[in-house]
């Protein structure tokens, strides 16, 4: 099957049907920021920091890209005024969940976003799912899972598969743009191996 051809930021690009408006910017050396995405696994569309504008048959829509299919002469703006409006707020209600991850920080003074607009809710996860997802699509693992629904929701390790699996692993820990894994992993680690750890405190 030919090539799709469609037009990003003004640029003529060449992708395979299929192919992710994200993906194709990124063969082309055009900068889409993400949190919840990682190559190795399944688009999620969690955070929609990637959202785009896209032009097609004379709509414009606000789609995220790591979703969103290539089409045929379609046209994707990555940078409008609107498109930086919708990630600054993305980006300040993150915050309100962890101020202090590297990664937001960055991206915060690179749209103007403010730490402090929001009430604070810290947190420190701000329910990207790359964790979850990897343990469940590379690792085959499931030792963590989203609790709850709305609001209330959140990741926690599961007990009795973290005890066995995760201690040898951490693979997951690099993914996380904020401190809330390592904290979640350490509480868990207190939980399932409460014993051991009194053993290490005494030997201190």
């Known amino acids: 099957m030919s090539d799709i051809l469609l037009t990003i930021d003004g640029k003529e690009v060449h992708a395979k049907p299929e192919t992710t408006v994200l993906d194709a910017a990124r063969s082309a050396g055009i900068f889409i920021p993400t949190l919840c995405h990682h190559e190795k696994l399944e688009p999620y569309g969690g955070c929609r920091l990637c959202t785009v504008e896209v032009e097609s048959r004379g709509r414009i829509n606000y789609v995220a890209s790591c979703l969103f299919p290539v089409e045929r002469n379609l046209v994707v703006r990555t ?3 609107k498109v930086d409006k919708i990630r600054k707020v993305i980006l300040e209600l993150l915050l309100a969940h962890a101020p202090d991850s590297p990664q937001l920080v960055a991206l915060a003074e690179e749209y103007g976003a ?4 929001f009430d604070k809710e810290s947190s420190f996860c701000v329910l990207c799912g790359l ?3 990897y343990c ?5 693992k499931n030792a963590i899972a989203f609790v709850d629904q709305g609001p209330k929701r959140e990741i926690n390790f599961i007990p009795e598969i973290a005890s066995k699996e995760c201690w040898n692993c951490k693979e997951c820990f690099p993914l996380c743009p904020t401190s809330y894994l ?8 207190a939980l399932a191996f409460p014993a051991s750890l009194k053993s290490e405190s005494g030997s201190r």
């Open 136 to 140: 469940a699509e590379v690792k085959k």
């Open 182 to 189: 390592q904290a979640a992993y350490l509480l868990t680690e």
């Open 79 to 81: 940078r409008t005024e």
């Open 114 to 117: 403010k730490a402090d607009r």
């Open 131 to 133: 964790c979850v997802r």
